[in-house]
């Protein structure tokens, strides 16, 4: 069941990253952060409203409170590479920053998750990964900073999904994606507290925007982080990313081919090597485990 939901998280990425950065365009980054994180806010307290679940809020270790925080960081570094590196190219150098700090997270053990040591038998997996976002990254000449935004917006997530999942096993899938979107949105009215932009023109702009933008981002963003939350703890980081991966790039390739009118055959190619390292990985470890520990 979860090896099946991976991808859907991956695919809500997608269409939330590229709704947003649409909104974005639009209105602004900060407006559009606010906007995300009202709207995320008001649909989830909803659902709390009806379901009660998880266990007290006391000696939770204050930095699992913290998902919403890197989530409004995870917002700009997608608006930023979505914009400036379209769909499936931005995708898939996030998914080199998934990978980089998924490895981590797996051999470190971080912030409570079990640790699994890095093995031998992930390389061959691994590579044909990397070797698939070569593939679909091409040539980035002049577009450093949007690269660099992807790999951000690929590794802040990771952290996200994981502080957020380490704290719904404790209050619960829903109270921590509220819990999420209420540090978000208090971080995104310090950051408009300190700059001060002006934002009467994009409010005017914002009720010219389609009710698919304005609400769209936000309410996604709840059911991924909702689906998340299930997913991450009961599965390796890596594992999780690649599957996460497989549903972002699937994803990534139809958006692009929708805005172009056609396929993109160095995307289709390097989707096709890094799932094919998704499939060599799994079965990797399906004989590792009949055969008991090992490399």
Sequence with gaps: MFLALAPLVGALLTLMNQVNS??????????????????????VSLVCLFRKEGGP????????WGGGVVGVGTVFASIGAFSGLG?????ALALLGQIVFSVIVDALGLFGRKRYPPRLRT???IALALAGIGVMAGRLEGKL???LAALAAGALPVLSFTLNSQLATRIGTWRSARANYITGLATTLLVLAVLRPPLAANF???????????AGGGLMGVLMVAVSNLVYPRLPALTATLLIFSGQALAGILVDALSAGAFEPPKLAGT????LGLGINALLERRATRRGPGL
């Design 272 to 275: 096709a090597l890094v799932l």
């Design 145 to 147: 900073g949007y690269a």
């Design 22 to 43: 649409i909104l974005s365009r639009g209105v602004g980054s900060l407006l559009s952060c606010l906007v995300i994180h009202v709207v995320g806010l008001a649909a």
């Design 123 to 125: 390389l061959p997996g």
């Design 57 to 64: 809020a006391r000696g939770i270790p204050p930095l699992l």
């Design 87 to 91: 769909a499936s190219l931005a995708v």
């Design 204 to 214: 005017e702009t914002l009720k010219t925007m389609g009710i698919l933008y304005i």
